[in-house]
T-cell receptor, first 113, second 112 residues
Framework: DAGITQSPRYKITETGRQVTLMCHQT?????MFWYRQDLGHGLRLIYY???????DKGEVPDGYVVSRSKTENFPLTLESATRSQTSVYFC????????????FGQGTRLTVV | GDSVTQMEGPVTLSEEAFLTINCTYT??????LFWYVQYPGEGLQLLLK?????DKGSNKGFEATYRKETTSFHLEKGSVQVSDSAVYFC???????????FGPGTSLSVIP
């Protein structure tokens, strides 16, 4: 199916564990993004990527790692999960050009206990 | 730096009321402007967009006009429905940087 998919949709993990959230898009979009959404903070950009093997930090990158070895995948890893990383995480992608919109995945609800 | 400001709400309206959600931006040059909507439990989806001054974006009865003189992109709908209850995000993008900049979101509840 064409689109952008995130997995898992829900995840519960323990403090200190490593966890990876997956994001896959089928359009070969150049740009991919990871956001977290928390009450009172709106959407905050964690990391983004302009192309394969090119990544850059957003507003709140601490505690997260990304990679982009293939254009279609952009996994987000929490190296050692903390309770403050409990959130809903959204992946997005967009193509080139100022008028092209970003497409969002359905989100991953992560709970760190 | 570039930014987007919007009324945060929550906004509560009765069905068939007129809706305005204000959005203003700070940016040099000529950004593209977007409105996204997030229904409960879902990701964001594009509602409408405008790419140059005086453009009007429209979709599902919603409209917004790109006003460069007031740096605004206010969202309007003449008659809201219960199904319009959602969070609405104003956003901008410029080709001089890679990121989409979002406003804080406005929560809308429409009651029958």
């Amino acid at each position: 199916d064409a689109g952008i998919t995130q997995s898992p949709r829900y995840k519960i993990t323990e403090t200190g564990r490593q966890v990876t959230l997956m994001c896959h898009q089928t359009w070969s979009h150049s740009y991919m993004f990871w956001y977290r959404q928390d009450l009172g903070h709106g959407l905050r950009l964690i990391y983004y990527s302009a192309a394969a093997d090119i990544t850059d930090k957003g507003e709140v990158p601490d505690g997260y790692v990304v990679s982009r070895s293939k254009t279609e995948n952009f996994p987000l890893t929490l190296e050692s999960a903390t309770r403050s990383q409990t959130s809903v995480y959204f992946c997005a992608s967009r193509g080139q050009g100022a008028s092209t919109e970003a497409f969002f995945g359905q989100g991953t609800r992560l709970t760190v206990v | 730096g570039d930014s987007v400001t919007q009324m945060e709400g929550p906004v509560t309206l009765s069905e068939e009321a007129f809706l305005t959600i204000n959005c203003t931006y700070t940016a040099t040059g000529y950004p593209s402007l977007f409105w996204y909507v997030q229904y409960p439990g879902e990701g964001l989806q594009l509602l409408l967009k405008a790419t140059k001054a005086d453009d009007k974006g429209s979709n599902k009865g919603f409209e917004a006009t790109y006003r460069k003189e007031t740096t605004s992109f206010h969202l309007e709908k003449g008659s809201v429905q219960v199904s319009d209850s959602a969070v609405y995000f104003c956003a901008l993008f410029k080709t001089s940087y890679d990121k989409v900049i979002f406003g804080p979101g406005t929560s809308l509840s429409v009651i029958p």
